[in-house]
């Protein structure tokens, strides 16, 4: 996020650049900021879920060497896949998108992640 920007407009910015999906909403998730959430040292992390549009494919770009989407069920049954805190940050956003009820059909929760490898 660059000093000047909104956390929202630092949010769709970095989608765009690492990713090439343009974001056409952004609503906080959570903010995730305990202390020890992260043995390097204390990391605040703004959470948001954005919306792309119907027909995006995501391409790693800027310092990601690959992006695409994984299916959110999946990575939710290992939990010991992910690190720190996030498997409970992606359990909250399963939880929240399951409650939406103004979802087109491919954006149900096991198609909401995409997954940077930098």
């Given amino acids: 996020m660059c000093i000047r920007d909104r956390?929202?407009?630092?949010?769709?910015?970095?989608?765009?650049?690492?990713?090439?999906?343009?974001?056409?909403?952004?609503?906080?998730?959570?903010?995730?900021?305990h202390p020890l959430r992260d043995p390097r040292g204390h990391m605040v992390s703004i959470v948001y879920l954005v919306k792309v549009p119907e027909d995006a494919v995501p391409k790693g770009a800027d310092d990601a060497e690959t992006a695409e989407f994984y299916s959110l069920r999946e990575i939710?049954?290992?939990?010991?896949k992910l690190a720190f805190d996030h498997y409970d940050i992606l359990k909250l956003a399963s939880e929240?998108?399951?409650?939406?009820?103004?979802?087109?059909?491919?954006?149900?929760?096991?198609?909401?992640?995409c997954r940077l490898l930098l």
Avoid: F, M, W
């Fill in 7 to 33: 956390p929202q407009t630092g949010c769709l910015r970095e989608l765009e650049e690492e990713t090439g999906l343009k974001g056409n909403s952004c609503e906080l998730l959570t903010i995730a900021g």
């Fill in 76 to 80: 939710l049954a290992d939990k010991e």
């Fill in 96 to 113: 929240r998108t399951v409650s939406y009820t103004h979802l087109r059909a491919h954006e149900t929760p096991e198609h909401l992640v």
